[in-house]
């Protein structure tokens, strides 16, 4: 199976004065072509700063980044700025959850698209560029009349499908979204869930979708990989992690979702806070909210471990005696 990006000991940290946040710690994975990995986590684990430190956006002044990043055999963390410009859009896509912001109010939508796609096809004919935009805009379920109309035309629901149209225009290897559908209402994001893996069965792409939304997962995703404080605490595939959560942290973000048809009394979440990113746990860095925590727990960070083909926990209650 063709490998489209593997992370080894990928770390991202923010240093502020004589502050360091360690925003990502010791991240590791591999999503094949065809994959759709949901990366999920509460509000601060670090799932933005993955993507950014990904795509290289970053500022370099204050974030270190180190580890390896490969991507499609290249290394993200080492590439030049005027690499970078060749692969993002033509080979890494991302939409984030304002990307329509950045649509601008005085344009039309085709003329902006137009413009996106001259980038790396200069010479690209009128007819040529107008098919493929219209091509996309269909996948996302918008009509060609949304070619000449302008964004503040357009509802939300709209604008983000059309974001997520111009992510795909130059058929990136890989479309990172994040947040992308969390503004929307239930209805609509339920639609452009539907759409996007629709859309996928049509181009070939492979996808990381960022979202601290587990239904998200569950309606769009293959795979899921739970990270918590900057560490991935959980991978594997979602049916088998959503069924069957190993990780005492993936258990409790499970219960703190309910469907979206589900009795909201009962949330049962997950008592306490975010640790201190810039301080560094010696134990597992759950440990202070885990009900399932032992002295060895404060003392040893577990290591990742294979529980099952395609299951990596970092916990030790899958690692031997405790
Ligand atoms: P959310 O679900 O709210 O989007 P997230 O999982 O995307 O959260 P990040 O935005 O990646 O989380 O933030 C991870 C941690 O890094 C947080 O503690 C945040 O405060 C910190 N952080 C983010 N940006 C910076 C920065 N520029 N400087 C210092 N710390 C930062
Ligand atoms: Fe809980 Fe210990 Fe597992 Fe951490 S290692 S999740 S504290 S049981
Ligand atoms: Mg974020």
New binding site residues.
Partial sequence: MEQILELRDFC?T???KD?R?Y??KNAGLKINKGDSLGIV????????????ALLRL??EK??EITGSANFIGKELTKLKESDLKDIRWKELAVVF?KSMNSLSPVHRIGTQIEDIYKVHNPDAAKGEIFDRITYLLKLVNLSERVYTMYPHELSGGMLQRVSIALSLIHNPKLLIL??ATTALDVVTQGQILDEIVKMEKNMDVTRIM???DISVVSASCNKIAV?Y??EFMELGYAKDVLKCPKHPYTEGLLKSFPSLKGDKSKLAGIGGY?PD?SKEATGCIFEPRCRQAKDKCKQERPEFRETEKGRIVRCHLYGGEM
């Fill in positions: 991202v923010y240093i502020n502050k946040i925003a990502v986590g509460e509000s601060g684990s670090g799932k933005s700063t993955l993507a950014m970053l500022p204050n974030t959850q994040d947040e960022i979202t601290h990270m404080a900057g975010l990113l």
